[in-house]
Structure formats: C-alpha cells, structure tokens
C-alpha cells in the first residue's frame, strides 16, 4: 500500500462516515467493507496504519470518533474494534457555489461523487484529465509541477507562495511586494510533502471542480487572489477571485501556508 493508495482509502472511509446516522456504531472492518475494500487484502501493519490515520482524518473532515467503546485498544485485531460516529458538522461544501447542501452518489464501488442540490452539479470524481477522445486519461497529481498562489492586499501589496516539484521533492518561496523588507525566503521540502500537496488540492478541496473565477460585483472592494497551477507539456490552469472567495478560500490558505 503506497502513500497515494493509502490516502485514498482513507478518504472513502471518511466519505462513508459522513454518511453515517449521527451516533452509528461502526469498525473499521466494516467501513472498509462498505467502501469496497477487503480487509482481507491488507496487512497488520496496513490495517494499524489506517486504524491510526481514520481519527486526524475524521477530525479534519469534522467527523469525531469516539474510542471509548473499545477500552483497550491493544486487545483485538484493529478492524474489529467499535466506535461511535459524531458526523453532524460533517457537511461537504460544494466548490462551485458553496452550497453544504450536497449528497453523495455512487456510481460504482468505491468510486463516488457528490452533487449540489443547488446548482446541480456534480464534484468529487477522480482527478482527471481526459483526453477529447475519450481514450485516455491523466491524473493531475501526476502532472502538476508548480503550485503558485497570490493574495493580494487593498493596494496593491501581494504576498505569494510558490511550490515547484523537484528531483528531491519541492522547492517552497515566499515573496512579498518589494517594496516589502525580507521579500523572498525559500526551503527544500521531502516528496512526501509534495505528495500531501498534491492531495489536498485535489482530494480535499475538489481543485479540479472549481470554477476558473470567482468574481463579484466591480466597485466593490475585497480580497482578490489567484492559482495558478502548472503542469507537465507547458499547461497551465489558473483560478482567480475579485471581491469574492472560493468555498475553499480558508482551506486552500491553511494548505498553502503548511507550505512554509
């Protein structure tokens, strides 16, 4: 089980928690069982690592586990182990209109997506780039080299964030309006970061489902920002807000300043 497997299981167990009746009693066996994947299928070690990341992940998603149930956690294969599901705030936003009024569809297991009861559209699939022929398909993960965010300030300062894959995993800058002291910093980080990146972007935050902008109203004075992601073959996608924020505004901040 590799880094990106591993997340992805994860993310459908999440998925089916926020699904869950408020107060549901559940295993993990049964969550995998439920989102398509056979226990059967992973080791000790695969099942502890999951059983470990299924709390972080829940709570990130505003799903919490109680653990109380199973007094004695080293007792017991870790699938079998019981908790309590409290997922009331475990609503998923949608990342066109920003709507929390959504539902998931499957269409196959454990591949599942959510629609908007709102604007109607649907978000969440798999990240991917499907050619106009329809006959294959590229993962964005895959080809995203660069990730440039910019928020700009009233009058004109910005501060920017730049994140470029590299042999050794990325390089972060910081870059602020030069008139700014300190304008640039910089550091190495590991793949592993780059690969968490990567997830978050487009596993949690639906990236490949936004809108190209966000726009408000002219006149009106607010936050305007841009990212810009660059990939493989000189393409580019970029997304961009005057006076109005992405649903995700807050989250991709908290992504990006990880960065630094």
Known sequence: MNYRERNEIVEDLVEELRECEYGTVTTLGKLLKATGHDDQDLDRKELKILWDLLGTAGNAARVYLDWRMSKDKTEGPVEDLEFMVYNKNATVKCPRCGSGSTARIRYRI??????????????????????????????????????????????????????????????????????????????????????????????????????????????????????????TGRRQRNYHGSNVLTPYFKELMQIMMRAF
């Open 110 to 231: 454990p591949h599942t997506v959510r629609k908007c009861s709102d604007c109607g559209k649907e978000f969440g699939g798999p990240p991917l780039i499907v050619a106009k022929d329809y006959l294959s398909a590229e993962d964005y993960r895959d080809v995203v080299t660069k990730v440039e965010f910019t928020a700009y300030e009233t009058f004109g300062a910005y501060t920017k964030i730049t994140v470029i894959k590299n042999d050794r995993g990325a390089l972060v800058s910081v870059s602020e309006d030069p008139s700014a002291a300190g304008a640039v910093q910089s550091r190495q980080v590991e793949e592993r970061f780059w690969n968490g990146l990567m997830y978050q972007l487009y596993r949690r935050i639906y990236l490949k489902d936004w809108n190209k902008s966000y726009d408000g109203p002219l006149g009106r004075q607010g936050a305007r920002w841009e990212l810009r992601i660059g990939m």
